[in-house]
């Protein structure tokens, strides 16, 4: 199931720039950037514990107190990007509950994948 709505993203994002609002680009700017982090982190812990032989406790501890700080950074993230969208009376970026992990986490990886493949071919 999908998390993330390309149509309110889209959305917020053309009514925040029709008002010129830079702080408000900045807030979208950096809950993406928590969104990228998380997946970030998750993507390098896996591929770390998947080419050690065998991964210690403290290789596991550090991994996972890494992720659970980025999840718990785009799970705010989440609920301040969906408030923004309110005040722009916009439909919710977010259409999971935050209250389950797991549907933040598939958010994140949703949109990050939309912004690599939608992404700008500038040179």
Same mark, same amino acid.
Request: proline residues 2%; contains cysteine.
């Given at each position: 199931?999908?998390?993330?709505?390309?149509? %309110?993203?889209?959305? @917020? *994002?053309?009514?925040?720039?029709?008002?010129? %609002?830079?702080?408000? @680009?900045?807030?979208?700017?950096?809950? =993406?950037?928590?969104?990228?982090? +998380?997946?970030?982190?998750?993507?390098?812990?896996? =591929?770390? *514990?998947?080419?050690?032989? =065998?991964?210690?406790? =403290?290789?596991? &501890?550090? +991994?996972? %107190?890494?992720?659970?700080?980025?999840?718990?950074? %785009?799970?705010?993230?989440?609920?301040?990007?969906?408030? @923004?969208?309110?005040?722009?009376?916009?439909?919710?970026?977010?259409? &999971?509950?935050?209250?389950?992990?797991?549907?933040?986490?598939?958010?994140?990886?949703?949109?990050?994948?939309?912004?690599?493949?939608?992404?700008?071919?500038? @040179?």
């Amino acid at each position: 199931m999908a998390y993330f709505s390309q149509a %309110a993203y889209e959305t @917020l *994002l053309q009514k925040v720039r029709a008002a010129d %609002a830079a702080d408000d @680009l900045q807030i979208i700017r950096d809950a =993406s950037d928590d969104f990228m982090q +998380y997946v970030r982190v998750v993507s390098e812990g896996e =591929s770390r *514990l998947n080419t050690t032989v =065998s991964p210690d406790r =403290s290789m596991v &501890g550090d +991994y996972d %107190a890494k992720r659970h700080n980025a999840h718990e950074n %785009a799970i705010s993230s989440v609920s301040v990007l969906n408030r @923004l969208a309110a005040m722009y009376e916009t439909d919710p970026v977010y259409t &999971g509950d935050t209250a389950e992990r797991h549907q933040v986490a598939s958010f994140c990886l949703e949109l990050v994948s939309f912004l690599f493949v939608n992404r700008r071919k500038v @040179l």
